[in-house]
């Protein structure tokens, strides 16, 4: 028997982790990382409220089903932008991507 | 409350899976090398035992005293990891395959079939896409360019025939109207979906060679090349595994393409003897490993920008087309009768005739040019 | 308390502090192949989690999608993004002290905003009877005219764009 306080509190412990890995790392790859395990505690989120709320409707599953589909299009324009200014810059830091143009 | 008998029954269930796979592994590379010999006018191994049918322990017994190298800087947990993350996938995704119907054994319906989950064509889908990282993280940790080269091969091969894959059990899953796979297999009683899908399977087929790195797609170790890629830097145990992993792979992508496409356990009397539904199972087995090792003395390996060019712009436009006219030619059928289903494999075979033609047209055009 | 029940705690606890703890490597850890690999584990944790409620297709899709395909991406970018195995200098950046105490703020934030919510310590609501197959309801919903199928179709044309995005930016121009 499981409370839904449990996943409310490991989703928001989740979040938080990746807040921070998007606030505090230099490397840009590892602050997509970190967006990455925000929308997995989103999910949790969703998934918890569909299974303690309304399991006869699938609503939660399906606003997950999107949430995956819209992590899986942002890694992959993310990474190819990063790989596309490593070409041009020879660095992955966000703080010496600065310019607007070059 | 979890029966007592049923955990035993899972256990030596699994068990079973896994010391046939096992024993599938070690046969299977005397098998390939007596064929591939006789293919090649040679003998092949027939020292040890009778017909050789010792060689597979004696290379066991070779290969667990060897030395074990680990190269300098490498990463040593991943170097460790890498072996082991290659075996477990190819091990784990048997347990979802019926073998059988259900048999009485000591007085107990036992069905054949380690685990036969809902959602068991998906599972398949799972444990194949992480298969790749036992390649990718042994190419990366070994601290070599050759390795690093191969593991980034086949991490992009892997991936792009991955797509193809999936949609080639989406074609099955249409057709059964199911994901479990042993209602796939019960709905081919009447008919084995290789009738209805000859095209699906042989895409199927392609893809899977792909899928686990065998000629005439295996960029990934290829010798002459990247010094056996991937794995350059394994020896002794380590390398054993990686050898064990493409064997048992091979083996387990050849059940399952038999229970897709090839009527998995079905066969003449299953329902009076359900005991001969593995029979039948090893025999389709058998017939494709033949196959595959026949591939392998027959093709030569294909240039890497063609095994992209393959995936993404032959293989993943024709199987798209082949679910559209899959899921078209099932609502005709639900709509207009029956005798309407016999407008997928037709309609299906236009379109594999079509892709040929177009890529026949498209090479000649390119060595036109180069005249 | 059944024996099922404490079973199904204990896993939870395993799953949480798996997820939770190789999250904090994927911030933390200053290799950053590394940091790709802890956030496999982290995904495989939070897919367990899915398995405990009861969301077969998800756990699938977790696995197939997000460590299948994500995180190789990522493990392929960081591949191609570097030079050699060693990652040197600092990983995280002058202000780091301040991002942890933001991410604090948020957890204790949330965790407050949910605790002073009535349904905080709601028990599971029962699987309602009928339900024979609940991919097939899901697959039914996402095609439904009268429920998901714009959203559905929005995002399939979503992941269309970004694919041709992604080759277009990422395409090396010679």
């Known amino acids: 028997m499981i409370p839904l306080s449990w996943y409310l509190i490991l989703s928001a412990a989740l979040f938080s982790i990746g807040l921070f890995g998007v606030l505090a790392r230099r490397n840009a790859i590892a602050i997509l990382m970190g967006i990455e395990l925000m929308l997995n505690a989103v999910n949790i989120n969703l998934v918890s409220f569909w299974r303690y709320g309304s399991p006869a409707e699938m609503s939660g599953q399906v606003f997950a089903i999107i949430v995956f589909a819209v992590a899986a299009a942002e890694v992959a324009v993310g990474l190819a932008l990063v790989i596309s200014v490593y070409r041009r810059r020879k660095t992955v830091v966000a703080n010496e991507i600065d310019m607007m143009k070059w | 409350m979890i029966d007592l008998a049923l955990v035993l029954e899972w256990v030596i269930k699994s068990l079973v899976v896994i010391f046939m796979l096992l024993g599938g592994f070690a046969y299977l590379t005397w098998f390939e090398r007596r064929i591939l010999a006789r293919m090649q006018t040679r003998v092949g191994p027939n020292r040890a035992g009778w017909q050789g049918l010792l060689q597979p322990v004696a290379d066991a017994v070779k290969l667990v005293f060897k030395e074990e190298l680990i190269p300098a800087r490498a990463d040593k947990v991943i170097f460790v990891l890498a072996p082991i993350l290659t075996v477990v996938p190819a091990t784990v995704l048997a347990v979802v395959i019926p073998f059988g119907t259900q048999v009485i054994l000591f007085g107990r319906q036992v069905n054949l079939a380690v685990a036969d989950i809902n959602v068991g064509i998906l599972f398949l889908m799972a444990v194949a896409s992480v298969a790749v990282y036992g390649i990718v993280l042994a190419g990366w940790s070994s601290n070599n360019k050759f390795a690093l080269m191969g593991g980034m091969r086949s991490t992009a091969q892997m991936i792009s025939y991955e797509l193809a894959l999936g949609l080639s059990f989406v074609l099955v899953a249409l057709m059964a109207d199911s994901l479990q796979l042993s209602e796939i297999v019960e709905a081919q009683r009447t008919m084995w979906f290789v009738v209805l899908q000859p095209v699906g399977a042989i895409v199927f087929l392609i893809v899977t060679l792909a899928e686990v790195n065998r000629a005439p797609f295996d960029m990934p170790e290829a010798e002459q090349e990247l010094a056996a890629g991937f794995h350059s830097e394994y020896s002794g145990m380590k390398f054993a595994l990686f050898f064990m992993a493409e064997y048992q792979k091979m083996i387990v992508i050849s059940i399952i393409a038999v229970t897709l496409f090839f009527g998995g356990y079905l066969g003449p009397f299953i329902g009076r003897f359900p005991w001969l539904g593995p029979v039948y199972v090893l025999g389709k087995v058998v017939a494709l490993l033949f196959g595959m090792v026949w591939i392998r003395a027959t093709l030569p390996r294909i240039r890497y920008d063609r095994l992209m060019d393959l995936g993404w712009k032959v293989l993943l436009p024709l199987v798209l087309g082949l679910v559209l006219i899959t899921a078209t030619g099932i609502l005709l059928a639900d709509e207009f009768g029956n005798s309407l289903v016999w407008s997928i494999p037709v309609v299906s075979i236009l379109a594999g005739f079509l892709t040929v033609g177009l890529v026949d047209r498209s090479l000649r055009r390119k060595f036109n040019a180069l005249r | ?174």
């Open chain 3, 1 to 174: 308390m059944t024996a099922e029940q404490i079973i199904q705690q204990i896993l939870f606890f395993i799953s949480a502090a798996l997820t939770l703890g190789s999250a904090v490597m994927v911030v933390a850890t200053r290799k950053l192949i590394q940091a790709a690999l802890w956030l496999i584990v982290s995904l495989f944790g939070v897919a367990v989690l899915y398995a405990l409620l009861d969301a077969s297709f998800l756990v699938v899709v977790q696995v197939v999608v997000y460590i299948g395909a994500i995180a190789i991406l990522f493990i392929f970018a960081v591949m191609l993004t570097q030079r050699d195995q060693r990652d040197k200098g600092p990983q995280l950046n002058k202000s780091w002290v301040l991002a942890a105490l933001v991410g604090l703020a948020t957890f204790g934030g949330l965790t407050f905003l949910v605790s002073s919510w009535t349904g905080f310590g709601a028990a599971a609501a029962p699987i309602p009877a009928g339900t024979v197959d609940m991919v097939a309801d899901l697959g039914t919903a996402l095609v439904s005219v009268d429920q998901y199928v714009l959203p559905f179709e929005v995002a399939s044309v979503l992941l269309l764009a970004a694919l041709i995005g992604a080759i277009y930016v990422a395409y090396n121009r010679k």
